[in-house]
């Protein structure tokens, strides 16, 4: 007791420390010291007590600022008495978890969860794994539903054991040391030499709660064996790139009687060179003449049935859309449909010769205001 050290020293902090500072000097000493990080050094496990204790009373505005006056005698009265006792003799840690944030993360790690860890009864029936899978077909395709050939490996029951991983004619038998449980209770010692009661995994059995003692040869005695699977997947119609299918019951295998997983079935679709989709909508532009929109015309408008015939009225603006309902995106696992929206795009010609260039200023010389109220609009400005 004669050569305990300053409290301040420990920590390695001034006189007069901030709070603030005072818990970041004490988290990293936390962090060098503790026990569970020092298995069995006893070194660092006086640190560590030297510290808690440290911090302990500094922390405490009361503790210390009586510390800060009359030293240990301030803190605790038989201290200099010549008796072991109060601070230092402890074995259990007082210290309030509380307003530490990442502190009591760091604590949760350090134990595994606190005792509260319960782990499944290994003989319990379980779901098989999931397996995830993806497919990419075409912009009509998820259009109009399609099929299509999947493989994949997954986990099915062995047939020669029918999954009890015991060879033909004998059975599993119960773990003797953790009866079936799979996990048997283990008491230890964590921070400041608390006990602490840990529930780890049987090392008898592995954690199955049973001992094969001739293992299945087909299977090694796992229950299941890899196999692939090929199967004809039907996409419907209306599917839309990212989502996903999932097949309730061709995943791996249960164990213990549990049911399949599922078959989850990621969708990508390509991109069509004219048609964008917005939902169950389709969007794409049609390129007409200058021609067909001054004086109207029947136009054909790729749609995902094929080419539809459709009447523009006379005096069709560039960029007009057209809407044709019904004709979009069926709705997945409904009867309706979306709309297809088709934009104009006036086409303006090129390389014209002499003759046609005369020919198409003579006609736009005869234009006035009445062909075109935003030419009025311009001649009236520059009145
Ligand atoms: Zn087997
Ligand atoms: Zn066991």
Redesign the pocket.
């Known amino acids: 007791m004669a050569d305990k050290r300053d409290y301040y020293e420990v920590l390695g902090v001034q006189k007069g420390v901030s709070d603030d500072d005072l818990k970041k000097a004490y988290r990293a000493m936390v962090k060098k010291y503790h026990p569970d990080l020092h298995p069995d050094d006893k070194d660092a496990e006086e640190k560590m007590k030297e510290v808690n204790e440290a911090y302990d009373v500094l922390s405490n505005k009361d503790k210390r600022a009586r510390y800060d006056q009359f030293g240990f005698a301030g803190i605790d009265p038989s201290y200099g008495a010549g008796q072991q006792g109060g601070y230092g003799g402890g074995t259990t840690f007082t210290g309030d978890f509380s307003g530490f944030g990442d502190l009591g993360d760091l604590f949760e790690g350090f134990f595994g969860g606190f005792g509260g860890q319960t782990r499944t009864n290994p003989n319990a029936p379980r779901k098989g794994q999931d397996i995830r899978t993806s497919v990419q077909i075409s912009f009509l395709e998820a259009c109009k539903g399609t099929g299509v050939d999947i493989r994949v490996n997954r986990a099915e029951r062995?047939p020669?054991?029918s999954g009890s991983?015991a060879r033909a004619g004998t059975s599993a038998e119960t773990c003797p040391k953790c009866h079936g449980t799979g996990s048997v209770k283990e008491t230890r010692r964590g921070m400041m030499n608390m006990l602490i009661q840990q529930v780890v995994q049987c090392d008898r059995c592995g954690g199955k709660g049973k001992i094969i003692a001739s293992p299945?040869q087909?299977?090694g005695g796992t229950?299941s064996v890899r196999r692939v699977l090929s199967k004809n997947v039907n996409i419907p119609q209306g599917i839309d790139d990212g989502q996903t299918l999932r097949i309730t019951g061709e995943g791996d295998c249960g164990t213990n009687g549990g049911p399949n997983g599922d078959l989850i079935i990621k969708v990508n679709v390509k991109p069509h060179d004219i048609f964008e989709r917005e939902g169950f909508d389709i969007y794409s532009e049609v390129p007409i003449s200058y021609m067909q929109a001054a004086l109207g015309d029947e136009i054909l408008i790729p749609t995902i049935d094929g080419n539809v015939r459709y009447r523009i009225p006379a005096g069709t603006q560039n960029g007009d859309t057209f809407h044709l309902r019904g004709q979009g995106v069926p709705r997945l696992y409904r009867s309706t449909r979306g709309d297809h929206h088709a934009t104009v795009r006036v086409t303006v010609p090129k390389n014209l010769t002499r003759k046609q260039a005369d020919l198409l200023k003579a006609f736009n010389d005869s234009l006035d205001d009445r062909n075109d109220p935003s030419r009025k609009k311009f001649s009236d400005l520059f009145k």
């Open positions: 062995c020669d054991c991983g299945c087909s299977c229950g």
